[in-house]
Nanobody, 116 residues
Framework: QVRLEESGGGLVQPGGSLRLSCGAS????????VGWYRQAPGKQRELVAS???????YYADSVKGRFTISRDTAKNTVYLQMNSLKPEDTGIYYC??????????WGQGTQVTVSS
């Protein structure tokens, strides 16, 4: 059984930083594509960043230069380092994995709130 678990969310002031983690059991991240998605209140879920099986990364224009996705194969964990956070980054952040992007496996999400 595949299980993804996000952690690291919280309340942060504008300009601050957070690092989200996505740990997994039942799936090896190195052999799958992993994406971080977020859903803001009243909006559709959107892709924020992803890392392919080969290690190629993608970032939405809104987070380029501020967010970094990385993978620790030894810990089977994918991280999302978020710097220079803005109020519009507020939302629930979900980890997703599968053989291709937008795979069948989702975590339960972690809340990120950027507010003064």
């Amino acid at each position: 059984q595949v299980r993804l678990e996000e952690s690291g969310g919280g309340l942060v002031q504008p300009g601050g930083s957070l690092r989200l983690s996505c740990g997994a059991s039942g799936i090896t991240f190195m052999m799958n594509a992993v994406g971080w998605y977020r859903q803001a209140p009243g909006k559709q879920r959107e892709l924020v960043a992803s890392i392919s099986r080969g290690g190629t990364t993608y970032y939405a224009d809104s987070v380029k230069g501020r967010f970094t996705i990385s993978r620790d194969t030894a810990k089977n964990t994918v991280y999302l380092q978020m710097n220079s956070l803005k109020p519009e980054d507020t939302g629930i952040y979900y980890c997703n994995a599968g053989y291709r992007l937008l795979g069948p496996y989702w975590g339960q999400g972690t809340q990120v709130t950027v507010s003064s």
